[in-house]
């Protein structure tokens, strides 16, 4: 699994407006695909809200938040946005943006 900082073109969108770019090769037609949101009712809770939504109908609505349920944040919350890209065809395994809460930061990541 490997990690990197997500990077925009800003060539690419409209005025004022950038466009992702893919994490391993930089090409800029990304689709989105899914998406999973947890949401911890108290700091460290391992219940709260965990819904994902992918590319087909499927949506589950879960309470485990934890990290061993693929919460990004060891602590609070997460989103996980899925992407695949059109030059690498990755559709079957999709590329992660990561929004992780940490200490009152937000951290932004590929997770691929």
């Known amino acids: 699994m490997t990690q990197s900082v997500p990077e925009l ?11 992702l770019v893919c994490p391993a090769c930089d090409f800029d037609y990304m689709h989105q695909c899914g998406v999973e949101v947890f949401v911890r009712e108290t700091e460290d809770a ?7 939504v992918d590319y087909g109908d499927n949506v589950e609505v ?3 938040v934890s990290t061993g349920d693929g919460n990004p944040s060891g602590r609070r919350d997460g989103i996980k946005l899925k992407f695949w890209c ?5 559709e079957n395994n999709p590329y992660e ?14 997770k691929y």
């Open 46 to 52: 391992d219940h709260g809200q965990h819904v994902e």
């Open 97 to 110: 943006l990561i929004i992780q809460q940490h200490k009152g930061l937000e951290h932004v990541f590929w």
């Open 86 to 90: 059109e030059d690498c065809l990755n």
């Open 62 to 64: 879960g309470n485990d």
């Open 9 to 19: 073109n800003t060539n690419r969108g409209g005025l004022n407006e950038s466009v």
